[in-house]
């Protein structure tokens, strides 16, 4: 059945695709299970060495591991939809895809639903190395941190719609921006320290970003603070420009990817 201009059957048939393609291929695992587990140890002892040391404030093993919980939300949301996208150009489908009924809202569709189940597969991965390692509760903060996550997912989400626009227009050698767009976003953030930690000259552009009001009220959902709805609130007008704006960006260079010609590249 479509509802307005969204056939659930196509957007299903979006889905599906995407399972049978993790299935069969058990080192995308990685990515959803071990690098997760991996970085909940690195950054987790590192923050454990500190708390030994005599180390105090924002560095210690609990505000390690909430930042890396909480960069997995980034992490996931925007390596899953993108790479779900990417899977089409490296097997050459995209022209299928483009012949095809499946509107473009469908496949956007599909692809958000695949990358919000493999969000939480990569958070169960964090919040169980967390626990059984350090001994640390990812739900210590609280139901605040809910808005939270979902700010950081839509933040995911824009970054990938921004990786899918500039893979359309200059080809897989874009493909690298998947992971480097968001290790910058991460950096400017704050996800591990507060903005005014960062270097001066980088500090404006890390409070312009929805993720900065995320982090930031994490860290005091953490510290046992009141609910930080004035972050939340910036957070989440940051993202209601952010995602339409992506959004437009990617339509804009869909436009031009089929009247350039760029679909020659994947045939």
């Avoid at 930042?67 to 390596?79: D, E, F, K, R, S």
């Avoid at 990812?138 to 933040?155: D, F, N, R």
């Avoid at 227009?169 to 005014?196: D, K, M, Q, T």
Wanted: with cysteine.
């Amino acid at each position: 059945m479509a509802t307005g201009s969204l056939d659930l059957l196509r957007v299903k048939a979006v889905i599906r695709r995407q399972f049978y393609v993790q299935l069969r291929a058990p080192q995308r695992w990685f990515d959803v299970l071990v690098w997760p587990m991996v970085d909940t140890v690195i950054w987790g002892s590192i923050g454990l060495f500190v708390d030994q040391e005599g180390g105090a404030g924002r560095a210690g093993a609990p505000y390690m591991l909430s930042g890396i919980l909480l960069m997995h939300v980034m992490y996931q949301a925007n390596v899953s939809m993108s790479c779900g996208f990417l899977d089409e150009t490296w097997s050459r489908n995209l022209v299928n895809l483009m012949v095809s009924p499946l509107r473009e809202v469908e496949l956007l569709a599909g692809l958000m639903v695949v990358s919000a189940v493999r969000l939480l597969a990569g958070l169960g991965a964090v919040a169980v190395a967390a626990g059984l390692l350090f001994s640390f509760n990812v739900t210590s903060a609280g139901w605040g941190l809910i808005p939270v996550i979902a700010v950081l997912m839509l933040v995911g989400w824009t970054i990938a719609l921004l990786v899918m626009a500039l893979v359309l227009r200059f080809g897989n050698g874009a493909e690298i921006l998947c992971w480097g767009l968001l290790f910058v976003i991460v950096a400017l953030s704050g996800a591990f320290y507060p903005v005014h930690a960062m270097p001066g000259v980088l500090q404006p552009l890390g409070r312009v970003l929805p993720s900065t009001h995320a982090f930031e009220a994490a860290r005091r959902l953490l510290d046992g603070r009141p609910m930080p709805w004035r972050l939340i609130a910036e957070g989440a007008a940051g993202v209601a420009v952010a995602v339409p704006a992506a959004a437009a960006v990617l339509w804009r260079t869909l436009h031009l990817f089929r009247a350039r010609g760029y679909v020659t590249r994947y045939s």
